[in-house]
């Protein structure tokens, strides 16, 4: 009838250094902590199965509070340039990839980041048809705000010199007037229309993907945002409940729904918070401006590298009105993505102008990485929570101070500043964006640097402590889906969710962070990766 877990340090996250020796759970709730003798003693007629966690750090169940789980899959899956270096290494993999491919059919790849080459360079389009003669290609930048395509696949997207930006996008043209294949933000759409929808076996295949790689890294859940891209709501939803199912696969999501995938969600009559306890429908999802990388996030000044533009807003002021408010009709929150100042001003006044009935739960600003004073105390004055990565900042440091000038930088990335604030912030990966491993997320919250690097790290007055970067992963993903009474800690009343760990995050080197090893990943009182039978299954 129940579970004891013990032979663990057991962080309570209830306030820092707070810890258990044991654990006793029922029905996959957490029904007592203290001693393991004492424990047993007063279990002793209910206990049917003892865990022993073998001297382990054992933390509430780690949750990502922003990621695509299906584009990690598709990462996983796809050719991954995140970490490729140079623009000769990309092109290299690209020809290797187009060899590979058959016939026609799309070529596809994930990640590129132009800010990790010397010289900064952007393929043309031109350069691309070299690689693969007459085949379509569709290169999704590491920030998914941009694509680079190639002639084929501008053509068959009917894109020329004629055709114009469209709201909340741009194509990137040269001096004759001609695209380059450089497609930012709502212009990327123009190709994802023509591009062959995928099918539910290819969709299942990268949530099952994504699931499993998750709870390897210790993560027992993520709110994610997959319901509108991948051939409608219907589809994708139903292999999230076919993947989730609760017996095979456990592993706790949160879906966001974005605007466009409402109506559809309403007319087949899926409108549950909670679809199963592991499945849960959230807040309305909605773009607000871009991403800094390409300079659409949408600034108040600017940009300092580059004076001609202050970047995109994805929607009209009057729209993203009418959207929130087609939102609150539907007695929901919303869930703003919003990266420049001027995004986040707009995404404030939006939120004031239809505030959030009481008992609907809680708005979320994502990323936030631009602020200002005055927006600091108008978010306070409002119940939202913010969904920061802090992995951020080692990805977009140095090159981002080249974009916001250093008068702007205090007010970026400004985490410390933001918690002592009083803000409740939660944290995530955004991946396929960053890596999901919530380790590197709580090492950047702390050391505001890559491992191994020697300076004391971007903005280093901003640094969070261990138990503040931990809680960003536990209590702090909990309170954005209001589930801080039974998410987040490891107290009674509690979910069983566990991250266990070969290392004491509190007291380790900070380096020592990344390196820590996941020993098992318990969701629901329910191992769902052991670091031996992974051994097991690899040997």
């Known amino acids: 009838m129940g579970t004891l877990w013990y032979n663990g340090t057991f962080f309570t996250m209830n306030k820092e250094g707070e810890a258990a020796e044991a654990v006793y759970v029922e029905n996959g ?11 047993e003693q007063q279990y002793k007629d209910h206990i049917t199965a003892k865990k022993d966690v073998g001297g382990a750090y054992v933390y509430p169940g780690f949750v990502d509070s922003h990621l695509h789980l299906i584009g990690h899959g598709e990462r996983l899956l796809r050719l991954d340039l995140s970490e490729v270096e140079s623009a ?29 080459f010397s010289d900064r360079k952007i393929f043309h389009r031109s350069e691309l048809d070299e690689i693969a003669p007459g085949k379509p290609m569709y290169l999704s930048r590491i920030c998914r705000h941009a694509a680079l395509v190639n002639s084929e696949a501008l053509k068959r997207a009917g894109i020329s010199s004629a055709t114009p930006d469209p709201p ?47 709870v390897k890294v210790g993560l027992v859940g993520g709110h994610t945002e997959d319901l509108f891209y991948y051939g409608g709501f219907l589809r994708t939803f139903k292999q999230f ?28 009559g899926i409108n549950e918070r909670e679809v199963s306890p592991f499945l849960e429908l959230g807040a309305v999802k909605i773009f607000v401006d871009g991403a ?21 807003a994805i929607h009209p002021e009057e729209e993203l009105l009418k959207l929130v408010k087609l939102a609150r009709s539907k007695g929901r929150p919303v869930a703003l993505h919003t990266i420049g100042d001027r995004a986040l001003a707009l995404s404030l006044a939006a939120i004031e102008t239809y505030p959030l009935a009481a008992g609907n739960g809680r708005d979320r600003l994502i990323h936030v990485q631009v602020v200002q004073d005055e927006l600091i105390e108008q978010m306070k004055r409002l119940p939202v929570v913010l969904d920061i990565q802090p992995r951020f900042v080692v990805s977009d440091f140095p090159w981002v101070m080249e974009r ?20 409740h912030c939660a944290g995530g990966s955004d991946a396929p964006i960053e890596p999901v491993d919530p380790l590197l997320g709580i090492h950047a919250a702390v050391t505001r640097r890559k491992a191994g690097e020697s300076h004391e790290g971007y903005l280093p007055e901003q640094k969070l ?41 509190f007291t380790c080197e900070p380096d020592r962070i990344v390196s820590a090893k996941v020993v098992m990943t318990v969701v629901d009182d329910t191992v769902m990766y052991s670091s031996s039978e992974d051994h097991d299954a690899a040997s």
Not at 31 to 36: C, D, L, P, T, V
Not at 181 to 189: K, Q, V
Not at 292 to 312: C, E, F, K, M, N
Not at 404 to 423: C, V
């Open 29 to 39: 709730a957490i029904q007592a902590i203290g001693e393991k003798e004492r424990l």
């Open 88 to 116: 000769a290494e990309m092109k290299q993999l690209l020809q290797e990839k187009a060899l590979e491919s058959k016939g026609e059919e799309w070529l596809f790849a994930e990640g590129w980041n132009e800010n990790n």
């Open 168 to 214: 909340g996008g741009v194509i990137v043209r040269d001096l004759q007037g001609e695209p380059t294949g450089y497609l930012l933000d709502t212009a990327t759409e123009l190709i994802k229309q023509v591009i062959p929808p995928v099918t539910e076996e290819y969709i299942r295949k990268a949530l099952t993907t994504a699931v499993d790689d998750l």
């Open 241 to 268: 409940r076919d993947v989730i199912d609760g017996k095979r696969r456990k592993f706790r999501a949160h879906l966001l729904i974005h605007h466009e995938a409402l109506a559809e969600m309403e007319a087949a």
């Open 292 to 312: 800094l990388g390409g300079r659409t996030a949408l600034l108040i000044d600017p940009y300092t590298d580059d004076p001609s533009t202050s970047g995109v």
């Open 404 to 423: 916001l000038g250093h008068d702007r930088l205090p007010h970026s990335f400004a985490w410390k500043s933001l918690l002592e604030r009083g803000l």
């Open 465 to 505: 402590s261990v138990f503040e970067a931990v809680t960003l992963f536990t209590g702090g993903s909990a309170y954005a889906i209001n589930k801080e009474n039974e998410r987040g800690k490891i107290a009674p009343g509690f979910t069983a969710d566990f991250t266990v760990l070969d290392t004491n995050l």
